[in-house]
């Protein structure tokens, strides 16, 4: 009996696989998350730090892009953080991380993602179709303090960056213009230029290659000084309005992934930081060179909860409890 029940211990043994360790990460491709639509200024970010990852091999696998438009960054966020724990994908953000949560009341915000880093800083801008009748920034303003509500300025999503500039426009002018939401960058620049509102906010890299083909004009900049590039074309500040805005270009990954993809994922954003690809992109769009590490950038985000609820507040985007 003894003799049946070891050969019957040894064949059940013989049948159980063996134990498969873990394969090293990345073993496989991973998405990089565009919560907005496809040809804005996030999205153009998203698929440029794409090839850069995969034409120039800073991973072993390849990263694909994923777009997830709609809700302000809303349905790309609760993609993400879905996948707890799951390290093969990553979305790139910015203040909409802190706004999202606030204005929606979904179960979002910085704790449900692990902050990866920032590598550049996209400034606003305010330009109108080259045939507007505002010849300059004080003449929307005045016409949307003038007439309340009847100048139409599209934004990529309620509660962003450019709804931000608006708002403190505003506070700074007495002006109260009609804010457009739209999905891209994209399509608020196509909006202006088809004559449906009036001007856009959105990023400087999203409207210059309609300002070179003469098809946008320029108003002003939300920046420090004036673009080198754009000589011309003055600075909120100078044109008596002390507003500074535009994107942080950064990247977080769903919380609970493993503390070596994270890093792995940190140091990857710091090689494409220094690439010459993204370094051409930076310099092609004017954006300021910004590099946040993981902690630093984790920082940052906390420091913006306060200023995003009182803004949110302010325009009755947040969400009562």
């Keep these: 009996m003894r003799i049946h029940v070891d050969l019957l211990v040894l064949a059940l043994s013989a049948s159980v696989p063996a134990p498969s360790f873990a394969q090293p990460y ?3 491709p991973i998405e990089i998350v ?8 996030s999205d153009m970010v998203v698929r440029v730090v794409a090839d850069v990852i ?23 966020q609760q993609y993400v953080a879905s ?11 910015s203040t909409n991380l802190v706004s999202v949560p606030i204005r929606t009341g979904l179960d979002l915000g910085v704790d449900k993602f692990q902050p990866l880093g920032a590598i550049g800083f996209d400034t606003n801008s305010i330009a109108v179709a080259e045939n507007s009748p505002f010849r300059t920034l004080k003449d929307l303003v ?16 309620p509660g962003g960056g450019a709804h931000s500039m608006m708002h403190k426009l505003e506070k700074l002018s007495g002006a109260r213009f009609n804010i457009v939401s739209f999905k891209s ?3 608020s620049v196509t909006a202006v230029m088809g004559g449906h509102i009036h001007a856009t906010a959105e990023n400087l890299g999203e409207v210059l290659g309609q300002v070179e083909l003469r098809k946008l004009r320029l108003l002003g900049i939300p920046s420090a000084k004036r673009i080198a590039c754009l000589p011309d074309v003055p600075t909120l500040k100078e044109q008596g309005f002390d507003v500074e805005a535009g ?15 994270a890093k792995m994922l940190e140091d990857t954003l710091a090689k494409v930081h220094r690439s010459a690809a993204w370094r051409d992109y930076m310099a092609r769009n004017m954006y300021e060179d910004v590099y946040m590490n993981a902690d630093e950038f984790a920082k940052w985000l906390a420091a913006q909860q306060t200023e995003m609820l009182q803004f949110l507040t302010d325009v009755g985007l947040a969400l009562k409890k």
């Design 26 to 28: 990345p073993s496989r």
């Design 142 to 157: 005045a016409a949307a303090r003038d007439k309340p509500k009847t100048i139409s300025v599209g934004t990529t999503s």
């Design 54 to 76: 995969t034409r120039e091999k800073l991973l072993p696998q390849p990263v694909v892009v994923v777009n997830k438009p709609g809700g302000g960054g809303a349905v790309g």
């Design 34 to 41: 565009s919560a907005t639509g496809v040809g804005g200024g």
């Design 83 to 93: 996948r707890r724990g799951d390290p093969y994908v990553f979305l790139q953000t």
């Design 185 to 187: 960058g994209a399509e």
């Design 247 to 261: 994107a942080l270009r950064s990247f977080v990954a769903p919380a609970g992934i493993p503390r070596d993809a």
